[in-house]
């Protein structure tokens, strides 16, 4: 099994319904032949619409969050067995706005992940480290931590479900990208940790994004990288032109 190459949207909160789905009928327009993997991940209104649209699309569809808990009596929350219903195939979890906005920690995301997984989505499960870690030389530490946490205890079986997404928090909706040796370390390092844990050959299959102000203009320069799998986009992946580019460019 060859690493999947990937560039993934995260919509986060924005867009209303009709942008939304505007934002996929030009995606679907333009996207037609892409030579990596395309995902978007929408807010939990747009699931079910914009999976609709774009069937027969190379481009795969994402919820950005799902619930840790399997159904019922959870008000205003959506589990993953709604999110699959939606054709949705994947789900991000982890994000460091979940964890730091809605205080995600390790065993609530280890829930959420393992209800995704059962419930048949693909998980793109993001990690990274605050300014303060990095500074403090902690990134490393941090990031092996959230991996144990949440994911490590998962069957080789199950991995192959997991894409990573190292996220440096400092990194994500400041301009401030970590350079491609920054993050190029990281991601060996990471890659590392899952051979040491599910052995050579399934950390030469997992996918490793980077993710934290990646855009048109640097996408390619990171995607350059021999441990960079790809992207998760935040903002660029609002535009269609910018997150067609990167596509391009993986
Ligand atoms: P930005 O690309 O806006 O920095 O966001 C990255 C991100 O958090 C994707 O999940």
């Known amino acids: 099994m060859a690493r999947i190459k990937m560039v993934a949207g995260n919509w986060k909160m ?5 942008e939304g789905v ?3 009928a030009q995606l679907k327009e333009d996207v037609k032949n892409p030579k990596c993997a395309v995902v978007i991940g ?5 699931l079910a619409t914009v999976a609709e649209m774009l069937k027969g699309s190379p481009i795969k569809v994402a919820a950005e969050n799902c619930a840790d808990k399997e159904k019922g009596a959870f008000t205003g929350e959506v ?8 054709g949705a195939e994947y789900c991000i979890l982890g994000h460091s706005e979940r ?4 205080h995600e920690d390790y065993e609530i995301l280890k829930n959420k992940v393992e209800l995704a997984l059962a419930n048949g989505l693909k998980v793109i499960f993001c990690i990274g480290e605050v300014k303060e870690e990095r500074e403090a030389g902690k990134q490393n530490e941090v990031v092996k931590a959230q991996l144990e946490g949440s994911v490590f205890h998962l069957s080789a079986e199950a991995w192959k479900n997991i894409v990573l997404a190292y996220e440096p928090v400092w990194a994500i909706g400041t301009g401030l990208t970590a350079t491609p040796a920054q993050a190029q370390d990281m ?10 844990q599910y052995g050579a050959q399934a950390a030469e299959d997992t996918t490793i994004l980077y993710g934290g102000s990646c855009n048109e203009k640097n996408a390619a320069e990171l995607f350059a990288c021999p441990d960079i799998d790809g992207g998760l986009i935040g903002g660029a992946a609002l535009v269609a032109e910018k997150f067609e580019a990167i596509i391009a460019a993986r």
């Open 187 to 196: 991601h060996a390092y990471l890659r590392g940790l899952v051979a040491k």
């Open 22 to 24: 505007a934002l996929a």
């Open 79 to 86: 589990s993953a067995e709604m999110v699959k219903s939606t």
């Open 99 to 102: 964890r730091a906005y809605y």
């Open 14 to 18: 924005n867009k209303t319904l009709q």
């Open 42 to 46: 929408t807010p939990f209104i747009h």
